[in-house]
């Protein structure tokens, strides 16, 4: 099997569904001739045609509402909002639009479109390269949201959701499009070629949306994790020598409940962990989730460990990541407890 | 697919010429220096809306002024003028490098485009408000603003005004009427008609003026703020910088192919200018001409300044990917530097030797700047802004959630 980073599965998924599908085709900002400025999309056009892989005037509203506008016609497309950042101008169309269009016509219209956005910190990109929104659309009726932590897994969760007849925003977390950063700032990453997540079939293959991933087994506290954060909590459980249950969500929308209650019944403890700031976080849902399945089962309170209520700092960036540190005291104190 | 005959056709634009090809410019065809009238700043919206369509220049390519629209400027603003382009240019090419030495994060430069902010600073009043975008850094130097501050600003050390909060570039400073950047693009352009709006309110005297690239046209913000400019009479200038590129997208993919930047104007019957972007004395003509019309209260001015992006569009791009190597040194308008040189030196009022001199000082100049802000810090994994900094100004009194999230994360 092929060794991919991050950015070649998602490349290949693509170039995957785009050979098998005619209706498959993606734009956006810089996605043409360029290939995207992540390179996600790269060699796309070459190969399939301007009108299948192509440029799209900056104005994210239009993208995500030409989209709509395709799906509806029966197309699948999958447009990149170049990052999650900035998203904004196209909320209402995802919103009012998209999610809601299979309800309010009674299943008449449907909306199988895909939208892909590098989201997350540590790349040093200041408040407009580094936010997390995924609670602004799992907060939505209607969309179903994924974030994927391997390059296995990506390109897998990228194929089912562009199968998935419903919208799907697809979440990509920067930090670890080319290596699997696990939270130390100033140690080396690892490339992804050192993972055994990077071997990646070269063609089809689906990982179903909404089933979680078991990424390690323990017995002493359940950590709940996504995207990069996934691999910043396999580093704290390593330094913390606590034998913690990891699990990585994938899909955040529909959630995995059955394997969380499982975990967490097992355990009786739970710390949960992101990178988007705390307040009406996905964390305050998980939380919720697990107190209300698993509250005869626990032996603590719940912990979250997450950026701070704030916008994303520039030159403070390591104060505001979850790093492991952070994550290590919030187990010891489920431990403690 | 199976094609039917006279079935529909999607058409996605191209560029004339991809890395490997030669420029091709053919297609653009330009009136000659002088050959524009120039209205009253009364005049109706809709008896300008040829100007959408020409092109507003003063200066030919030997750097003779000609026309109505040359404007009454004396030699030694213009030399002035000249001596902020090299030092824009002199400030970008050493930032530019600085980023590339790991002195910083980020960085993006003006060059080619430095006429536009610097005209423009010294046309407008200097308690005018600018928002701009983010290569308009030459109001800044125009204005006279501190050089280690913006260094300061750009290596976010312990001197940084915006305290490590923003990306390099992304300056702040009210007292110099420079609204703090955004990242998201065309969001300043309805904010600043806004300004306007409380200034004429207000019975002030001062107008607004906000500045956003071709691509960012396409943003909603951009259409809103054409409305309300338009609806209010708002006092702004709306400034497009037609550099022709948007990273890797040519100006195609925003609109170009079908009709000039300023046309967009037409429809929402705001005066349209469009001006010869490299030609210092255009810009300075033309915006003029607006503030002139905005102060009468007459309104606002869309100005579609047509220039080229001569550089890469952030140290995170590499536009030989995209675009020919040799394209900018091909664009038929020139550089604007030499070509107010020229026109400085045809006057009888610049010579090589002051040239080569004032170059040596925009060098050494921004070098001492460097020393001294590279002596305060430069950007590293520790930030020069205590964890404790991160919770202030979210609001003006901190709630206590964000206090006990403070004493979180200074406790360790
Ligand atoms: C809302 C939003 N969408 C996308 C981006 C990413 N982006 C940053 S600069 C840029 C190109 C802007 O081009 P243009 O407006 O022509 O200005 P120029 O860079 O040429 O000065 C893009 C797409 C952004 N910053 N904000």
Redesign the pocket.
Do not use: D, K
């Given at each position: 099997m092929p060794s991919m980073t991050m950015i070649q599965a998602l490349n290949s998924a693509l170039d995957v569904m785009m050979e098998r599908d005619q209706s498959v085709l993606t734009f956006g900002?810089d996605v043409g001739y360029f290939g995207g400025v992540f390179r996600v999309t790269e060699h796309l056009q070459k190969k399939y045609g301007a009108k299948r892989c192509f440029d799209a005037p900056?104005n994210?509203c239009g993208i995500a509402a030409t989209a709509i506008g395709m799906a509806v016609y029966g197309l699948r497309p999958v447009i990149e909002i170049?990052?999650a950042d900035?998203m904004y101008?196209a909320y209402d169309q995802l919103v009012s639009e998209a999610a809601r269009i299979r309800y309010r016509s009674a299943n008449d219209f449907t909306v199988p479109m895909t939208v892909r956005m590098p989201y997350g910190g540590g790349i040093r990109g200041g408040q407009?390269h580094s936010q997390s929104p995924e609670a602004l659309f799992t907060h939505v009726a209607g969309l179903k949201t994924v974030i994927p932590s391997t390059p296995y897994d990506a390109k897998g969760l990228l194929i089912s959701a562009i199968e998935d007849d419903d919208p799907v925003i697809f979440l990509e977390p920067k930090r670890i499009y080319n290596g699997p950063f696990d939270g130390w700032p100033d140690r080396q990453v690892a490339p992804w070629a050192k993972h055994p997540a990077s071997e990646t079939p070269a063609g089809y293959y689906k990982i179903a949306l909404g089933k979680a991933n078991i990424v390690r087994e323990g017995s002493a506290v359940t950590v709940l994790a996504y995207g990069t954060m996934v691999h910043v909590a396999l580093s704290a459980v390593q330094e913390s020598g606590i034998d913690a249950e990891v699990i990585d969500l994938r899909t955040l929308l529909p959630v995995d409940i059955d394997t969380i209650v499982a975990s967490v019944s097992k355990t009786g403890r739970c710390v949960i962990v992101h990178e988007a700031t705390r307040t009406s976080g996905y964390g305050a849902e998980l939380s919720a989730l697990v107190q209300e399945h698993c509250f005869y089962q626990l032996e603590a309170p719940i912990q979250r460990v997450t950026g701070y209520d704030t916008p994303y700092p520039h030159a403070q960036e390591w104060d505001y990541f979850p790093t492991p540190p952070r994550i290590m005291k919030a187990m010891r104190r489920v431990m403690e407890a | 697919m199976n094609r039917r005959t006279n079935a529909l056709d999607l058409h996605v634009p191209a560029p004339h010429a991809r890395p490997g090809d030669k420029p091709d410019f053919a297609g653009w065809t330009f009136p000659e220096p002088g050959d524009t009238p120039r209205p009253e700043i009364d005049a109706s919206a809709g008896d300008l809306r040829d100007y959408a369509y020409g092109l507003i220049r003063v200066l030919d390519l030997d750097g003779n002024a000609s026309g109505a629209w040359a404007p009454s400027i004396a030699a030694e603003t213009l030399r002035r003028g000249l001596k902020y382009m090299l030092l824009t240019r002199a400030f970008d090419d050493r930032m530019y490098r600085a980023q590339r030495q790991g002195k910083t994060s980020f960085y993006m430069q003006s060059f080619g485009e430095e006429a536009v902010s610097i005209a423009q600073a010294l046309a407008l009043n200097v308690d005018d408000m600018c928002f701009p975008?983010y290569?308009q850094q030459g109001i800044l130097i125009a204005r006279d603003y501190p050089l280690v501050t913006m260094m300061n600003q750009i290596y976010s050390n312990a001197h940084d005004p915006v305290k490590g909060r923003q990306l390099p570039v992304m300056y702040s400073s009210k007292k110099d009427g420079f609204f703090t950047i955004s990242?998201?693009?065309a969001t300043q352009v309805p904010q600043a008609v806004g300004w306007a709006m409380a200034s004429a309110y207000s019975g002030d005297m001062r107008i607004a003026s906000a500045w956003?690239?071709?691509?960012?046209t396409a943003?909603g913000d951009f259409h809103a703020a054409m409305t309300f400019a338009s609806v209010y009479k708002a006092p702004v200038i709306i400034n497009i910088?037609n550099?022709q590129?948007?990273?890797s997208s040519f100006q195609g993919i925003a609109g170009g192919e079908n009709t000039t930047f300023a046309a967009r104007g037409v429809g929402y019957g705001v005066p349209p200018l469009r001006v010869d972007g490299n030609d210092f004395l255009a810009v300075y003509a033309v915006t003029q001409w607006a503030a002139a019309r905005a102060r009468a209260n007459l309104g606002p001015t869309l100005i579609e300044h047509f220039t080229y992006?001569a550089g890469a569009?952030s140290t995170s791009d590499d536009p030989s990917r995209y675009r020919p190597a040799d394209e900018g040194r091909a664009w038929p308008l020139g550089d604007p530097i030499g070509r107010l040189h020229d026109h400085l030196v045809a006057m009888g009022e610049w010579s090589e030797v002051q040239h080569k001199q004032a170059q040596e000082e925009a060098l050494e100049t921004v070098r001492a700047a460097g020393r001294e802000a590279e002596k305060v810090g430069v950007l590293s994994v520790d930030s020069a802004h205590p964890p404790a900094s991160i919770f202030e100004d979210v609001y003006k009194e901190m709630p206590w959630h964000l206090q006990r999230q403070r004493d979180e994360a200074v406790g360790g």
């Open positions: 900002e900056i994210e170049q990052f900035y101008p407009t | 975008s290569r990242g998201n693009l956003l690239g071709e691509g960012s943003e910088v550099n590129w948007a990273i992006r569009h």
